[in-house]
């Protein structure tokens, strides 16, 4: 077959191609040729084919997902936002945080080890990009039914690729979920995220600037594993019914991409680059037209040059393939071979393959033969922008209706004590040390929190002490009732969990994951969610740093929950100073913090008992979770409180049995006047969290308390072997142990 070159395109303009394969609409292959004057060669249509995906290009979700700046709240600690890898945020000290979060869940269908190992990766390289040293990990993870026959086929191995890549890497792995749901059946969720740290003077952006500078492909070789990848993979249903495109997964190699950090940041050190960009959705087509882009001039690329692992490789795929642990770095000549003697120390293939031009376009060649020539604007930041239509779900009204607060209660203490121990052994409630211990938690010296506490944390700099924590939530069980209050939830969750530890939050990066943007309801679902957390940040003053958006989550016509997952940074002075869930001393005294209702929509109760999902979610007040977040912090730092947990999924039984079982030690608690036992141990009222504080700091805590106008109400003591409801039953900690950390290995024995 011969070479479709730019001057044969334009003089064949009718030729057929195959852009309906590609995933391309026919408006949008009309465009393509409208912005050329000419039908695409084969390389162009392959660039903009995987650039223009929704899973690139947002072009669904862009005309929400601008709130996230326009409703953006003042004076924050936001330095880099949405648009780089990953946002940026100060954290004192002279030192820059960068965070993201983003998904690689159609991969980890298909492929579960490589699609979460790849997903690790690729977080990690935008991390890197941004400059910083990469310091920890997180995996907020979610599944079909526990008991369903795939689920032991995905779990293991996402769990296995997220293990085996970070800990090689040599990072720890501090935070995340492990949520079980139905829904998730056919479309499990595979989020990472990841932290990096650096100085301010080290950002770096994802530009090319500079006429005359060199652009230098860095890292593995191309192959053809991941042509097309997550690009192509993320961007389309899965149903059986049809033929479905399932290109190859990506294969990732974690001793390749620890090398490619440590050479890239002593490339950084010795500030060698004037523009950077990793490798991952789209690889080169993604890297060469967003740095052309970002920059001033145009670019110029010998694909022929590209170090390749298959010889028999076309340029459309080695254009579209994502192949794993690769970077392009936009260079100075005079630094050229500096940089090219530091990647062979490290044992890293380097290439100059192309330079920044005078002019305002993306010029690939093929031995000596053009094969593209666009503005790559177009293929990068100007693809389609959909206003897609949006309505609310006709079944919404009867599901609000179906309200779970009249579900049947236990009618005695007998009752009661069983439910609390089928909740707390349930698949959602039970411990994931199964999955966790897969985990290098503690590698690099510097984690001082991770799971199962209420958020991850680690030292930044062991001079100081200063660090930073994180959480991440999400329910879509919520979410479903109601889409905007389910991401304010989300949102509020994450807030606390940090807050809970000592930390202050400071900003946020989000995992958007929904069904189908082609299905009315779902649009309409995910509009609001975005809705409520661009209206939940700005009221916490916490920016949207960046994200991910992860559409067609969706097996046929049967969409996923909606599930936006909210990732929260915060900063602690003194990682000395953190505040930990488990109740380790005896004596100590445990307050109620924060209002209790009767609201069991979308409980982890009316889950577990009743198998039910309906009524309203808990009610949100973001001013009250500003107020209990700065009492749990001022409390923390000031010695007042010995260990506090957020109060959510399975309410305050569920928090009193894991901060019991993490400390060993038992609780007497007495249900506080004005509620029944019930409603006392399972609502999920939001705005909520137990600490337990020093006997000879009581009166200084219930003082800082009511002068700050939060409820504080005590409920007992930390004592014994045992969790001791009074004038309703007692319940062994031995016996607590072994139903809640019995239930997964049994499952997936």
Known sequence: ??????????????????WKELGLKEDEYARIREILGRRPTGAELAMYSVMWSEHCSYKSSKVHLKQFGEKAPENTAMLVGIGENAGVVDVGQGYAVTFKVESHNHPSYI???????????GIVRDILAMGARPVAVVDPLRFGAADHPDTKRVLPGVVAGIGGYGNCLGLPNIGGEVVFDACYQGNPLVNAGCIGVMKHEDIHLAKASGPGNKVILYGARTGGDGIGGVSVLASETFDDSKPTKRPAVQVGDPFQEKLLIECTLEIFKEKLVAGIQDLGGAGLSCATSELASAGSGGMRVELDTVPLRDATLSPEEILMSESQERMCAIVEPQHVDRFLEICEKWDVIATVIGEVTEGERLEIFWHGEQIVDVPPGTVAH???????????PEWQDALQADDAGKLPRPQTSEELRAQVLALVSSPNQASKSWVTDQYDRFVQGNTVLSQPEDAGMVRIDEDTNLGVAMATDGNGRFAKLDPYTGAQLALAEAYRNVAATGAKPLAISDCLNFGSP?????????????????????????????????????????????????AVLGVIDDVNRRTTMAFAEAGQLLYLLGDTAAEFGGSAWSQVVHDH??????????????????????????????????????????????????????ARIVVPEGLDAFTFLFSESAGRAIVSVPRSEELRFTDMCGARGLPATRIGVVDGEEIEIQGEFTLPLAELREAHEATIPALLA
Request: charged fraction near 20%; glycine fraction near 16%.
């Open 518 to 566: 082609e299905d009315p309801g779902v649009m309409w679902q995910f509009a609001e969610a975005t809705r409520g957390l661009a209206d939940g940040c700005l009221e916490l003053g916490t920016p949207v740093t960046g994200g991910n958006v992860s559409l067609y989550n969706q097996t046929g016509d049967i969409a996923i929950h909606p599930t936006p997952v909210v």
């Open 111 to 121: 492929e579960p080890y490589q699609g979460a190992a790849t997903g690790i990766g």
């Open 613 to 666: 999902l309906g009524g309203m979610p808990p009610k949100v007040d973001l001013g009250r979770e500003k107020l209990l977040g700065e009492i749990l912090i001022s409390g923390s730092r000031d010695g007042m409180i010995d260990a506090a947990h957020d109060l959510s999924d399975g309410g305050v039984i569920q928090a009193l049995t894991e901060s019991c079982l993490r400390g060993g030690n038992g």
């Open 1 to 18: 077959m011969s070479l479709d070159t730019v001057k044969n395109a334009t003089e064949t303009p009718d030729a057929s191609q195959p």
């Open 382 to 392: 100007e693809g389609p922008v959909y206003n897609r239509p949006y309505a609310r």
